[in-house]
């Protein structure tokens, strides 16, 4: 999967063609999320809303650390980001090496039931992170995914019993800022 990955962001990198628009009109792609999800591919792209000048990618500074909060989503049939959709908050510690990532893939059971991991359900490990001089992360991820119920707590879901775990493999690779022409 790893050698998959590494190949396609090569053939990605060589067209320069991060910028390619899976979305309507006045949304850039910021970066692009490959996941094995129990085995099926899938690719997400992080988007930048030009007209609202909404970037997916938020950077928060807290004490000694710093919290980046990356949203990434495929395309709806009108070209707006929909689900599946994925957000991955990564905490960097004050020396910038990450500390953890807490994984949440809402899938077609929508928002309210969402597969997580984070420090209290599931597992979740960065085996890979790289920060560039032109603002462009690297990160790839294992984790384990348990199925949640949002709707009764967004702070802290109860897991849904008889759910299968979910394992991901994912590789994301975006710009903390937009690159705008």
Known sequence: MKYILSCL??????????QAEPFGDDIDVMGVLMLSVDGEDLIMYVPYDRAGNRSYVKVQKMANTQLVNITAATPTSTGAPGNPMAQLFVSL?????????????SDEQGVSRPLLANADLGKSEISKYQLQDDGQVQIGFLATLVRVDAALSMTDPP?????????????IEFYLEPKLP
């Not at 962001?9 to 991060?18: E, K, M, R, V």
């Not at 090496?97 to 807490?102: L, M, N, Y």
């Open 159 to 171: 897991i849904i019993e008889g759910e299968p775990n979910v394992r991901v493999d994912g590789f």
């Open 9 to 18: 962001f090569a053939l990605l990198a060589l067209s320069g063609n991060l």
């Open 93 to 105: 510690g004050a020396d910038g090496i990450p500390e953890s990532i807490v994984v949440r893939l």
